[in-house]
């Protein structure tokens, strides 16, 4: 079997210096049963490369960004253009106008964007714009989506159908808890109810308008109209958190994904974007509608700033990496493979008696071990994660390398093949039989 003992000494020597051996939580193997998390060396296209030599197919994509494979050639070109250029400047650059342009082009919401670092900064930031200009406080989230590491939206549902938040992490005050309330995903009930009792502080409403953070989870048809009507009726803000979605199922965002008839019922006041819109190097940004953006420093009174923020070689990548997904065909062919790798795993897992619900939207998709659909995060929450850690071990000792954790997608990118899927299959055919 695959020997992975340089990985392990390696996270015996992390532990002693980092906390948790990791620099991310999610990247720990706490949620697959524990063990030494793989370190890598090299990534190329849909591989990586660990330390101890072992070959792995990607499915992973550094949690979504990597939409192009690693190392593109065209982004690895621009990063190293840019490299050469100076990384930072403190100053404007026209690079900067180049890619507020091409975001404002493929996302009609945006009249005005800035550039920050991450999606926690660019979510945590739409909460202060849309408070400053509601002159509100609470915000309303749904339940299971993960907006980024901020105190505001590190809040969890409590139970019954509308709740004010309790803390989801130590060190977030309670009084800031209790400015959130959470309600299911998919439930217009709920979220009406909520309204009721708290609209007329309720500053924004916040969502991942397609879930990516408890599953791949589609709006049910009429949800989102229903959000932003009922959200724009209490005098609130609506934001859609596009972190993972931006570009991710087509050039755009939600709003202008063709399985939504009309764009305009669904268009939001403000949008946070992150992860592919940088190619690989860190990057979030946020927009929106004029009057609204123009509540930021130093137009207006809400201030937000960064010393990296907009940083020539972020945008560089970024830019380079939407050059990449304009090219015609990309994302049907991501979508054509993704299918046959989910059609394959639904097959497999059913021959050998194991429930396997599996929601793909285009190129992404989420495997769920249960036998019911997954709608919201009750639902995603009751399947079984035992049985997930075994599977996720069993495809790693095969060299396919999944996230370690049962809500995740598996990401198709650019780079993978037909035959990367057919290695995957028979993998997950020698796992399912062993489960
Ligand atoms: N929003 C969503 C929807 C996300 O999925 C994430 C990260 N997984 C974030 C925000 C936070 O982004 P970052 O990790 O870049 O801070």
Redesign the pocket.
Known sequence: SMQRTRSEALYEEALKHIVGGVNSPSRSFKAVGGGAPVFMKRAEGAYFYDVDDNRYIDYLAA??PIITGHAHPHITEAIVCAAQNGTLYGTPTELEIQMARMLKEAIPSLDKVRFVN??????MTTIRVARAFTKRNKIIKFAG?????SDLVLVAAGSGPSTLGIPDSAGIPTSIAQEVITVPFNNLPALKEALERWGDDTAAVMI?PIV??FGMVMPEPGFLEGVCKLTREAGALVIY?E??TAFRFHYGTTQTFNVFPDFKAIEPDLT?L??IIGGGLPI?AYGGRKEIMEQVAPLGPAYQAGTMAGNPASISAGIACLEVLQEAGIYDRMNDLATLLADGLRASASKHGIPLTINQIRGSFSTHFCNHPVTNYDEAQDTNGDVFGRFFKLMLEQGINLAPSKYEAWFLTTAHTKEDIEVTLAAAEIAFSKL
Do not use: L, P
């Not at 989506?145 to 590491?149: I, T, V």
């Open positions: 949690y979504g991450s999606g926690t900064e660019a979510v989506c993960y907006h980024g590491h991942e990516g953070n958190d972190v993972i946070a992150g992860k979030g």
